[in-house]
């Protein structure tokens, strides 16, 4: 695989990062319950430290990193905002719609993994794999914890 290859893999995946972290801080705007707001500014943050090293792989291979976001994004942080506003920022909403965010971050770094990437450059991405799984799962137990207290 090229460098032209790889930088567009790489800043794919900065893409869908940033619409992570912007759909986190949408998230702890959208709920009240002060332990989650705590959870999805610090998960901004790991999405953001996530974008740095996206970034610096991006220059090492010889390309410009990206500086926007994907229009999916954008139209799920504006859905995020219209269903909180919709139903008074519930919180079994926000934390659905992050999940579906959460979802297509694991399924962007499986895909880019499938491809024949550099041995240091996979451990990267192997890494922040796995903290997105870790979010998606985290997201996924909040999500029906909320769902099983409205029901009861």
Not at 42 to 61: G, P, Q, W
Not at 70 to 98: F, K, M, P, Y
């Amino acid at each position: 695989m090229n460098n032209d290859e790889i930088v567009s893999i790489l800043n794919g995946l900065i893409e869908i990062s940033r619409d992570g972290a912007e759909g986190f801080r949408t998230c702890s705007e959208d709920v009240d319950d002060v332990a989650l707001k705590l959870y999805f500014k610090n998960r901004a943050e790991s999405c953001e430290k996530a974008i740095r090293e996206l970034n610096t792989e991006v220059r090492r291979h010889g390309g410009d990193p990206d500086s926007g976001g994907t229009l999916t994004g954008t139209l799920h942080r504006a859905w995020v905002n219209l269903q909180a506003a919709i139903i008074s920022r519930d919180n079994l909403s926000v934390l659905e719609e992050c999940e579906r965010g959460e979802a297509a971050a694991v399924l962007a770094y499986e895909n880019a993994l499938r491809e024949e990437l550099p041995g240091e450059l996979r451990a990267l991405l192997d890494k922040q794999l796995d903290g997105a799984k870790r979010n998606h799962d985290r997201v996924r137990q909040m999500r029906d914890t909320a769902r099983h207290s409205s029901t009861t």
